[in-house]
């Protein structure tokens, strides 16, 4: 998804777009719960407007938000850099004050980050990336798939999370399938072709759930 | 701009393939998921389990999940701040 949005972005704003827009996808997910602004989703003109508006939201609501999800990402983090944790342990309670501090700190960054890279869009980049951040399955569609296989009801979050997982599979074999053109030199929308090409790739890696587990366990 | 609206048509019509394809793996995970745990129920558990190997999917669930939880609790305490409102 970032090869769509900027090219030229190095690679510091490509890892903070990343982070941001696990962070903003939940934020204009939640403007669709929330049914607010039904007049600019249908005014075109409109939605520059409204995408600025919502990213000003995120900083607004979200203050009280973010120190749940920081401290998620803290302890997947703590995992993994251990062998520093010792080092630092001397030094614990001002340093943890002070990396508590510039998480939010770094998440506020992003957030700015993030808006001066959304002012600074072109109309097309602005179209795509409304169409990214709006577009959802629908619940629902999802319900019912999921009723009809499991024969019990299923709960909303499971519903949810569903469908989140669903979006961020289309991006990858999107992802996938624009590898895949620019491999055959074609330009314009993307074909099926591509996107054959793109899922048999990703078979032997596991990324496409079937039945049959396609990846080669290499066994002596 | 006609080109590119005729760019993004065709861009929904071979994700209209897409999106089928990602129904259907969608419905291959609930079925592994039944599998999972508790035999015959899908839980939030099963599915975080599912993608555990799969970073972006799984940061993306979680994110999901604890937004859905802060919602739940702000639109709690809005109501009752709404409710508050009325007694008063």
Partial sequence: MEEILNKETDHNNIRALEHLKYNLNVSSYEEERMDADDDSREASLAIEESIKVEVNDDINFSTDIVDIKQEDIMDLESDIILPQASQSQNSNPPKQKKESKSRRELEEEEREKMQVLVSNFTEDQLDRYEMYRRSAFPKAAIKRLMQTITGCSVSQNVVIAMAGIAKVFVGEVVEEGLDVMEELGDTGPIQPKHLREAVRRMRPYGAIPSGRDYRTHFKI | ?88
């Fill in chain 2, 1 to 88: 701009m006609a080109a590119t609206e005729e760019n993004f048509e065709q861009f929904e019509e071979d994700d209209a393939a897409d999106a089928a394809l990602a129904l259907c793996s969608a419905g291959q995970m609930t079925h592994k998921a039944m599998e999972i745990g508790r035999t015959g129920r899908v839980q939030v558990e099963d599915i975080v389990f599912l993608v555990r190997k799969d970073p972006r999917k799984y940061a993306r669930v979680k994110d999901l999940l604890t937004m859905n939880e802060e919602l739940k609790r702000a639109r709690k305490a809005f109501d009752e701040i709404k409710f508050a409102g009325n007694v008063k």
